[in-house]
């Protein structure tokens, strides 16, 4: 039998695809931000989702039309309250499946509490930011109402982990994605609001931990799909290699935020250092798959779409070098131009591809075989049951 079941219904499963997608289009924007410097497009921070539509000043609506920096600033500030809205129909929706009502019912509690804490957080800073950095005063009240609610859901997480139960890791995933989704917003709005301080290391941090937010949120689109009952030996040895190579390429990723926003020969070094190292692991471990079939059917079209994104980031990789640095001047004098901007922003994008792809690969080849009984029904889909 080579079907199986899934541990949440199918529409989590598109909603968890949805949700990468949309940060795809999000990490896209965000690129976009980065390679035509429009991170200080505007500094007042933070803003409704609808700021650019009813509460800004008429030049401010003005200028989202007509500014392009202003209107990738404020679009990216939209897609991340978009994306944040889907995560937390998410993350409720993975917690509805806890099979154990009572920890079922104190998880999405505290959930609740999460997301109500941060939202007065949110408040608290709106009626603040028409004060200078060093007037803020952080909501604190808010702030303990939020720790209280993570705490909650952490420890339902955790007891479920300590007691495996079918989908207690999925669980954790949803909500530690929902927290990262928290994190990343006030990353970035501090990026904004303390940018004389520590704009630019603030800004490097951002960009590293939206791969992180990613992988959180591929790893959870992975995971909630069926999963193959077949394993063998030698698919759980190329699935631990499949996470060096995950955890390599996340590591290259990283340094190529450090070449985005600190150009410096250390940072250009470590980047092609571990391009190279990343590239010549995943031609090794892709042809140890493709060989082997049964990892060739747990990777699915992972496989093939690692395969193919190393190809087009290893020529965009070259391009967007010699777009900043082939150009006989400091990388921070090269006029900003839309054929250069947008192939470094390709270059990024399709990075986030290969450590998407990676991180995929590996959980397809070490996800264990599903395992039926105790308090959890599985959710069987017609087909896996053999029913037509």
Do not use: C
Not at 171 to 187: D, N, P
């Amino acid at each position: 039998m080579t079907d199986s079941l899934r541990l949440v219904p199918r529409w989590l499963h598109v909603w968890a695809v949805l949700a990468v997608i949309a940060t795809l289009v999000l990490l896209a924007i965000g690129q976009l931000v980065t390679s035509f410097a429009a991170g200080m497009a505007d500094p007042v921070w933070p803003t409704e989702p609808w700021y650019v539509f009813r509460t800004a000043t008429d030049t401010e609506k003005e200028r989202f039309r007509k500014d392009y920096q202003f209107f990738l600033e404020h679009s990216h500030r939209i897609a991340g309250y978009t994306i944040g809205g889907l995560v937390i129909v998410l993350s409720l929706g993975v917690w509805w499946t806890e099979p154990r009502k009572p920890a079922r019912w104190i998880a999405l509690a505290g959930i609740f509490v999460l997301i109500g804490g941060y939202g007065e957080f949110h408040r608290g800073l709106m009626a603040q930011r028409d004060k200078l950095p060093a007037d803020v005063r952080l909501p604190m009240e808010a702030v303990r109402v939020t720790l209280a609610g993570l705490g909650v859901m952490l420890a339902v997480a955790v007891w479920g982990l300590l007691a495996r139960r079918p989908g207690a890791g999925l669980r954790l995933l949803a909500g530690l994605a929902l927290v990262a989704v928290m994190i990343q917003g006030l990353l970035g709005g501090f990026r904004v609001k303390l940018n004389e301080l520590v704009g630019t290391d603030l800004a490097a941090f951002h960009g590293i931990f939206a791969q992180i937010v990613f992988g959180l949120l591929t790893s959870i689109a992975v995971l909630s799909a069926r999963a193959l009952s077949t394993t063998s030996a030698e698919s759980r040895r190329l699935g631990r290699w499949a996470w060096v190579l995950a955890l390599l390429v996340f590591v290259q990723v990283a340094f190529g935020a450090m070449v985005r926003h600190y150009p410096i020969p250390l940072s250009q070094r470590l980047h092609f250092a571990t391009a190279f190292a990343a590239t010549a692991l995943a031609v090794w471990e892709l042809r140890a798959v493709f060989v082997d079939p049964v990892s060739r059917a747990r990777a699915g079209w992972f496989a093939w779409a690692l395969t193919a994104l190393l190809v087009v980031q290893l020529y965009l990789g070259i391009e967007a070098w010699l777009a900043k640095f082939g150009a006989h001047m400091l990388p921070e004098l090269v006029p900003i131009t839309p054929e250069g901007g947008a192939i470094r922003t390709l270059h990024a994008l399709v990075g986030s591809g290969v450590w998407a792809a990676s991180l995929a690969l590996a959980l397809s080849l070490w996800r264990p075989a599903p395992v039926l009984g105790n308090t959890l029904n599985p959710h069987v889909s017609v087909r896996a049951a053999g029913q037509d």
